[in-house]
Every structure is written in structure tokens, then in C-alpha cells.
């Protein structure tokens, strides 16, 4: 007899059935969420302390980098006011992309924070789920969505990291080349009280920690997507092992009883139920600041273009990828997870339902009445993850950005 001992802090692995299965499925997750602190790794006293110091890490760098940045912004602009000497508008609005994209993902790591418990209970619900399956057809299902969802997290890795990292280290270095002046370029303006950090060796420090800052913002962001995105995948396998055990169960009177496949049915629903409850707040985040991104970016990408800044376009046009991409996928999962939901209704529909005894009729009846509503993630409980959402963010994105082309153009 197969054991898997769970706790809310920790996954106890010991006799895991399809253990490896379960690590590939969440290996690139886990990675993540241990840089951050979140992993639910055992429940040792060294090993809360290392989590601990991660967190308190995180947070400082992420307030390393806002703080500043907020503050370079508000002095900046005083002192334009005061020498009535105002900048060209493209130079003051370059600054406020930084600052939304540094305010989103400090909430964002705020709220996996707080929601670190419920995180560890859909990340345990994932294990138990691997080791109940025991059909080989049901385990190849599983693989398959696994698979998928690492091919997605993986994309989302190499355009987020890949862009982010040319922008704030290959770019900086790039500007002090072309630069004749003795001023050292940062890779986002910042204002420091007591120190100079455009003055070596400071410059150097400042730099380095922006750099380090940035690369634990994009681990938030690749969590926040690998999290939802595993999550949603084994969702869907488990609804298309559910649709599967219907079908058959209409055909052969072998399988699993009805009860057993009801059971699942809710199991999976109340995963669903949970994984919304849990991240919606982080989706609607990342849908409003993916939304302003993309208008910042392609602003950038303009600015770049103009004053022919080949580095500047290529790590501008893949954030721009990344942020259209990492939106794409969040809203094509949601309405890929709503569809498996009501395909379960269906099948059970069409089943010979009215073939069976009294107690399986009630029983499938209550499937296809549960499987009639309609399962949605939502961004904040305000907008359903779907690809109608997508297409209206990107027709929002091509408005404002066609009101920047125009007024840049009158400008010059």
C-alpha cells in the first residue's frame, strides 16, 4: 500500500507514486519559487531560516529598485519645474515604464506572499493527484499537459529573461560607450541621498544591484505564469481523464462506478475553485500591468527606432514579446480550462443516461447540472480570462500606441 504524507508547509515525497513524473511536471516551478522563498520544501528549522533570508532578500531589492526610482521621478520633475526647463516629453514618459513594471511585480510578490499557504495546498492537490493515477492512458494525459505547460513556461522564460537582461546590462554599458560625457548611465534613473551613484565606485554597486533586483522581478513574473499555467494544464488533464471514464462508462459496465467519477469531478472543481480564489488578484495585476507594459514598450520601441538604437530594439521587441506572449497564454488557458469544463457536461449528456438505474441517473444528472455553469478564471473577479479579453487588450494597445506615434511625430 502506496503512502503520501502532506503537510500545508512541506511535500513529504516518501513513497510517491509517479515521483518523477511529478518533479518533471513541477521542476522549473519549484526552481523559481525557491529563489523567491515560496517553494514548500521540508520543514526544517535551517531550511525555514534559508526561505526567510530569500524573502527578506527579495523584498529589499525590490524596494532597492522602486524607492529610488519613485523618488528620481518626483526630484527630477521638481527641479524642471523650478529651472522652468522642461525635458522632451519622450525622456520624462521613459521614466514612468520602469516604475509600473517595479510597482506591479512587488505586489505581485506581495500577494504570492500572502498566498503562500493556499499555493503549497494546489501544489500538494498536484502530488496527490500523480500518485492516485494508475491507468496508463490517464498517466500519457497527464504527461502530455505537463509537457505542454513546461514548452509555455519554458518560452516564457527565455523572451522574459532574455530581453529583460540585454535591457538593463548589455543597454547601460552601450550608453557609456556612445556617451561623450564622464556621466555613468544606470539602467533605470535613480536618486540616492547620501551617495553619488553616477560616481564609481558606487556606479558599479548600484548597477550591479539593479541588475540582480531586475532578475528576481522576472523570477516573480515567470512564477506567477508557470504556477497558473501548471495549474491549468493539470486541471485540464484531470477534466479529460473525467470526460474519458464517462465514456466508457456509457459503453462497458467495467469501469470505474459513477460515485468514483462524481468524486473526481468535485475534486477537481474545488482545485479550480481554489486556484482562483488564490490568484486572481496576481492575474488581474498582471493583466493591468502586461496592458500598460505593452503601450510603454511600444513606445520605446518608437523612441529606439528614431534614434536608430539597434540594442535597444531587440531588448524592446522581445519584452514586447513576452508581455503579448505571456498574455496570450494566460487568457488562452482560461478559456481552454472553461471549455474542457463543459465538454465533461456534454459527453455525460451523451452517454445513455436515461438507460440507467435510478441512483447512476441522479449521479450523472448532477454532472451535467454542475458542468452547465460555466467554469472561469477571472483577473480580480472583474475580467474572465479568455481570448476575447486578449483581442480587446490588444485593441486597446494599438489605440494609445497609435496616439504616442502621433504625438511623438508632431513633436519633432
Partial sequence: MYKTRVNIGSIELDNLRNIKDFRYNLQITRWLLQLLGIWPIKSLFYENIQCLLFIIICIFLFMFLLIPSCLQAYFEKDAMVKLQNFKPYHERVMMIGPIIFFTMNTLNYGIILVKKHDIHACIIQIAIDWHKIKRIENKRIMLKNAKVARFFITLCIYFTFGGGMIYISVLPIVKNIIDSSSKNNLAFPSYFFFFNPQVRPMYDIVLGLQILSTFLMFAVVTSIFSIIINSIMHASSQCTI??????????????????????????????????????????????????????????????????????????????????????????????HLTQKCENIGKVAYSINWYELCNSDKQNITFIMVISGRSIVLTAGKMTILSIYTFCNVMKAFVTYLNVLRTHIMNSS
Fill in 242 to 335: 473525467i470526460t474519458a471514464a464517462l465514456k466508457k462508462f456509457g459503453t462497458s459496465g467495467e469501469e470505474k462506478p459513477i460515485k468514483i467519477i462524481v468524486k473526481h469531478h468535485l475534486r477537481v472543481l474545488k482545485f479550480i475553485t481554489k486556484l482562483e480564489n488564490t490568484l486572481n488578484y496576481a492575474c488581474f495585476i498582471e493583466l493591468l500591468g502586461c496592458t500598460f507594459n505593452l503601450i510603454m514598450l511600444g513606445y520605446y520601441l518608437i523612441i529606439h527606432f528614431q534614434n536608430k538604437n539597434i540594442w535597444g530594439i531587440i531588448s524592446i521587441t522581445l519584452l514586447l514579446i513576452s508581455h503579448g506572449f505571456n498574455l496570450l497564454i494566460f487568457c488562452f488557458a482560461g478559456e
